[in-house]
């Protein structure tokens, strides 16, 4: 029978495993991500009980290596990150979080294997991305976003020829295009483009130049 090891050790890691992965866990919440406070707290205190597990099987043998439990973990918890990946349309959401999960099973491996220091400078480093670097992205990106409209038309190929004529006035790459004849005879246009606001608005006053009944949505590229 093999012994548990030392009790007080493996309380204190898995505690430190909840700090870390709660204060990561406590802005993906705030954020209103998929992955959030619970979801980081027990996937940091899992891949710290990997590292402590690993750790005791191997025993300090020579013919072991504590790393191959270590390496299932993180390709494992790649289907957990691949869970919160959504996609839309062309737009891709939720590779942030991802990223978080992944990191954050790293922060927990290093406490498994007692990198205290290490691991609170990691979770330090990891939440200070996540909250100080956003006002930058979105200011260098400036609130770039995922636009889709609709317009009616009784010419749909001369409507498509000046909507491609005019995205490439405006340096805008089309996503997603359909069309659908209406019961009346007129045809619907739907496509969707990433643009800034500012670029939303230039749009939507060209479109009335192609079309009748516009409509426009909105949703935010920045994850």
């Known amino acids: 029978m093999t012994l548990d090891p030392n009790i007080t050790e493996v309380a204190v890691k898995l505690l430190v495993a909840i700090v870390c992965g709660g204060a990561i866990g406590m802005e993906r919440e705030l954020s209103r991500k998929p992955a959030?406070?619970?979801?980081?707290?027990?996937?940091?205190?899992?891949?710290?009980?990997?590292?402590?597990?690993?750790?005791?099987?191997?025993?300090?043998?020579?013919?072991?290596?504590?790393?191959?439990?270590?390496?299932q973990v993180v390709a494992g918890v790649g289907f957990i990150?691949?869970?919160?990946?959504?996609?839309?349309?062309?737009?891709?959401?939720?590779?942030?979080?991802?990223?978080?999960?992944?990191?954050?099973?790293?922060?927990?491996?290093?406490?498994?294997?007692?990198?205290f220091v290490t691991a609170a400078l990691a979770t330090g480093f990891?939440?200070?991305?996540?909250?100080?670097?956003?006002?930058?992205?979105?200011?260098?990106?400036r609130r770039r976003r995922l636009y889709e409209y609709k317009f009616k038309t009784y010419q749909p190929a001369t409507a498509l020829s000046r909507l491609l004529d005019l995205l490439e006035e405006?340096?805008?790459?089309?996503?997603?295009?359909?069309?659908?004849?209406?019961?009346?005879?007129?045809?619907?246009v739907s496509f969707s483009v990433v643009t800034s606001?500012?670029?939303?608005?230039?749009?939507?006053e060209r479109l009335h130049e192609l079309g009748t009944e516009t409509r426009t949505s909105s949703r935010e590229e920045i994850d």
Request: charged residues 20%; aromatic residues 4%.
């Open 36 to 71: 959030g406070l619970r979801t980081n707290v027990l996937i940091c205190m899992g891949a710290t009980l990997f590292m402590i597990t690993s750790r005791h099987i191997s025993g300090g043998a020579p013919y072991t290596d504590p790393a191959r439990l270590v390496a």
């Open 81 to 115: 990150g691949a869970g919160v990946i959504l996609q839309s349309r062309g737009s891709v959401t939720g590779l942030t979080t991802a990223a978080t999960i992944f990191i954050v099973t790293a922060v927990g491996i290093a406490i498994g294997d007692g990198m």
């Open 126 to 141: 990891v939440i200070g991305v996540l909250v100080l670097l956003r006002p930058l992205e979105r200011s260098v990106v």
């Open 170 to 188: 405006e340096g805008l790459r089309l996503e997603d295009f359909s069309v659908r004849e209406d019961a009346d005879g007129a045809h619907e």
């Open 197 to 204: 606001l500012r670029g939303n608005s230039r749009l939507i």
